[in-house]
């Protein structure tokens, strides 16, 4: 690890979208970077990993979190437990305490937190539970005793964040809609680049500030208003935007899941969210950290610099880089006999007419655009029904087209652990009976030729999950057979022509690597 002079930053949520970023803005900026993971695995694949210290810990385990705050000047907090069932405020009110705790134990000279922005003279009791939660977070931090900086922000505009994608999406698959009354409600965007010199900034304010500061861009529109810009921004037609009362922010949020890569569980608190006007009130961060030349990123800006870096294969976080809450967490059982209950597998062979390397591109790139190699409307139809029972289905995608670190969500799937040139181990993240995992592997056999390794395991919980599996049992000669056949067919191409494509969508195989588009044509990562 590289050492820094500068005064040592806790980063907690470095896995998120936000945390991901601010480490090396933060290490850019000179200071010393440490941070809380509760799977440090998941940052061992960032550019930055080698330059900052990592703490495993929980934000609910007061011992952890006491010692990943020694000898730290600044805490950002940056973990929320939004989607994790309805005890949720319970789980933030708690661990903001534990936080606020160790802090003024551990001396912190300062906790910075983005919250949300919440609107004006309307009740506590009024908000949606996602903003309550939010401020009462930020209300516990600010009377822990330690001098604390609340940002509170409304919709976050940039490459790969939850409301980016939700705008993107709606608005480049739908050129005429009937939407939800909430898209006529006025709210003042903020680029993520603003968020970040924002963060940055807050941890050099003088001892004596201890308040919340309203951050937002240059500008206030409604998210009809944003749909359009976005549309012209993206050189899209205009679109007919016709908004209804009766979806309410419940439905608005499954007709989002619907249509958007962003689910419905992610979708309902962003909708809740715009349920009332979310405006700022006052521009007195600017006093602590001054605006650039030409003030914050108006709207326009945000969206063509997010839209650009999509087109660009540059997302270097994403609003699923979080895990999802709940989603088991125990490794893959490796033992055929694992004392924890039966454990089936499906396993798959093929030699590969192409080199070890060349076969490793075409695993590395499998999901996404280039698909999964193997009857594509059986895998479409597995991430409908994931979605239609409130999983994540099948479109989140990757985050970047060629290359996969570990902890990066890939469709309905999360990299759990990649050995470079060898093995590829996904976990599961749809709704299922039991926890569930895919490897893939590229080796050589004792004579040295290329071969293709495939195995699919499964730990059922309880009587559904032995039916379950049984029930898809007789589809996996199809979907695996089919995935093993044409993932070594598509390497032998692959390695033939010089690159890692796999041919044509129609037998499953995906498009050569780095051709993988956005709805409009874009880079998809």
Not at 331 to 342: C, E, F, V, Y
Request: charged share 20%.
């Amino acid at each position: 690890m590289t050492a820094h002079a500068g005064p040592r930053c806790l980063v907690t949520g470095a896995t998120g979208y936000i945390g991901g970023r601010l480490v090396p803005q933060l290490l850019d900026a000179g200071y010393a970077v440490r941070c809380l993971a509760r799977t440090p695995v998941k940052l061992r694949d960032h550019p930055w990993a080698d330059r900052v210290e990592i703490a495993a810990g929980d934000v609910l385990d007061r011992e952890a979190v006491g010692a990943a705050l020694r000898d730290v000047e600044v805490a950002y907090y940056l973990v929320h437990a939004l989607g994790s069932g309805s005890g949720f405020e319970h789980t933030d009110r708690r661990a903001a305490r534990i936080f606020a705790e160790q802090a003024r134990i551990a001396g912190v000279r300062r906790i910075v937190y983005l919250g949300g922005l919440t609107p004006q003279g309307v009740p506590t009791g009024e908000l949606s539970p996602h903003l309550r939660s939010r401020a009462e977070v930020g209300e516990i931090l600010l009377a822990s005793g330690v001098p604390t900086t609340v940002l509170r922000a409304a919709v976050i505009l940039g490459s790969g964040s939850a409301s980016f994608e939700m705008l993107r999406y709606l608005t480049e698959r739908l050129p005429a809609m009937v939407t939800p009354s909430w898209v006529r409600t006025r709210l003042q965007p903020i680029g993520i680049r603003d968020v970040l010199r924002y963060l940055v900034g807050s941890a050099a304010m003088p001892p004596e500030v201890n308040r919340a500061f309203d951050i937002g861009g240059t500008g206030v529109v409604t998210y009809r208003d944003m749909m359009r810009r976005y549309a012209e921004v993206a050189g899209l037609p205009r679109r007919v935007i016709v908004p209804v009362p009766v979806l309410t922010p419940r439905l608005s949020s499954h007709w989002v899941g619907l249509v958007t890569p962003v689910p419905a569980g992610v979708a309902r608190p962003l909708a809740e969210s715009l349920r009332h006007e979310v405006v700022c009130h006052e521009h007195d961060i600017a006093r602590y950290v001054p605006d650039p030349p030409g003030g914050p990123l108006d709207v326009d800006s945000a969206l063509r610099l997010a839209l650009q870096r999509v087109r660009d294969a540059e997302v270097t976080t994403r609003w699923s880089s979080a895990s999802v809450p709940g989603a088991p967490s125990d490794p893959l059982p490796t033992d055929p006999d694992w004392a924890g209950g039966s454990l089936y597998t499906d396993v798959r062979e093929a030699r590969v007419d192409a080199s070890p390397a060349g076969l490793w591109r075409v695993i590395e790139g499998v999901g996404g655009e280039h698909g999964w190699y193997s009857f594509p409307l059986a895998w479409a139809v597995r991430g409908w029904l994931d979605r239609l029972v409130g999983g994540v289905g099948l479109r989140r995608g990757r985050r970047d087209a060629q290359r996969l670190r570990v902890g990066d969500s890939l469709d309905f799937w999360r990299v759990e652990e990649i050995e470079r040139g060898r093995l590829l181990r996904l976990r599961a993240e749809m709704r299922l009976p039991g926890p569930a995992w895919l490897e893939m592997c590229a080796g050589t056999d004792a004579e040295g030729r290329t071969r293709y390794r495939q195995r699919a395991v499964f730990q059922p919980h309880g009587l559904f999950g032995h039916l379950y599996w049984w029930s898809v049992s007789p589809f996996h000669a199809v979907v695996f057979g089919g995935m093993a056949r044409n993932i070594a067919r598509a390497a032998a191409r692959a390695d033939g022509a010089g690159d890692a494509s796999g041919g044509g969508a129609g037998d499953g195989s995906p498009a050569p690597a780095g051709t993988g588009r956005s709805p409009k044509g874009g880079r998809a990562v």
